[in-house]
């Protein structure tokens, strides 16, 4: 500190102890005197100085909440890789029932989302034909568990067939965001997961093709180091299908747990198509 802010300081410290009248009275807290200045009320300079303290926490853990807010509740939105920008805003509210199937698959969605909210850590696999409301069950699952959970959990949403794109665009582009061991990072590290769409990414919707080895590879990173983690899986594939078209311990890995809470699709037709020519 320079001699002139020295004197400024000083001379502002004395000013104030000049204006400063400490009393007889006492705080009962403390049981220090209480000083007035400036002619206003008396206080203790206890309370004050623990008022202030108290203001200074409270400033920090609104920070640091805002912090983990933004580390975890804002996953979905902030990290979320679709293929449809309209599942961003889908629930359970707006999941239309148009028979008894899709009546009695978005009841047993809303049993699984209870459950995933109490911390079961199951997978999940919605399956059927293309256009028929899995995406969108999927996602009113994490919504709800977003929504509700306290702490909050990180809870992802990826489209494997743009996930794997993004992927591979990052070989040519060194200032992808998308680099394999990132995307790896990401979705391992999710809470709650919903792996989009499995099977687009190889281009077929049967099980004609198979998984490239880079995809096979992928995935089982994915689901390995997710193994003590809840994963929804949504595929227009069979598992007889999928059996053909995926590595055996992919497969394995990926039904852990899903006996009883697969989400099938049988009767419904596609709702996008709405258009008659």
């Known amino acids: 500190m320079t001699q002139q802010n020295t004197t400024i300081f000083s001379s502002i410290s004395n000013i104030l102890d000049s204006k400063l009248t400490v009393l007889e009275d006492f705080c009962e807290i403390h049981k220090t005197n209480l000083v ?7 206080v203790c300079m206890d309370c004050g100085a623990e008022a202030i303290e108290k203001q200074n926490k409270e400033m920090v853990e609104r920070a640091e909440g805002e912090r983990y807010k933004r580390d975890t509740y804002s996953w979905l939105s902030k990290h979320s890789i679709y293929t449809d920008a309209t599942l961003k805003q889908t629930t359970f509210a707006t999941y239309e029932t148009a028979d008894q199937e899709t009546s009695n698959n978005k009841e047993q ?8 909210f109490k911390g079961a850590n199951y997978n999940t696999i919605f399956t059927g034909k293309a256009g028929t409301g899995k995406s969108h069950l999927a996602m009113s699952v994490l919504q709800v568990v977003n929504e509700n959970s306290k702490p909050y959990r990180r809870c992802l949403f990826v ?7 993004k992927i591979k665009d990052s070989f040519s582009n ?19 997961l919903v792996i989009d769409d499995l099977g687009a990414e190889t281009g077929a919707i049967t099980s004609d093709k198979t998984a490239t080895d880079f995809t ?9 180091g997710r193994m003590n983690k809840p994963t929804i899986i949504t595929t227009n594939l069979n598992s007889k299908e999928m059996a053909k078209m995926y ?15 697969v989400v099938s699709f049988k009767e419904t037709s596609d709702k996008r198509m709405n258009v008659e020519f």
């Open 247 to 261: 590595d055996s311990k992919l497969i394995s890995r990926m039904f852990r747990g899903s006996q009883g809470h």
């Open 174 to 192: 060194r200032e992808s965001y998308y680099t394999e061991q990132r995307m790896i990072d990401l979705l391992t590290n999710a809470d709650l």
């Open 36 to 42: 007035s200045a400036f002619g206003k009320e008396p």
């Open 216 to 224: 096979t590879k992928v995935l089982y990173a994915i689901i390995n």
């Open 159 to 165: 489209s494997v067939d743009e996930l794997m794109r």
């Open 109 to 116: 969605a809303l049993v699984i989302a209870r459950e995933y």
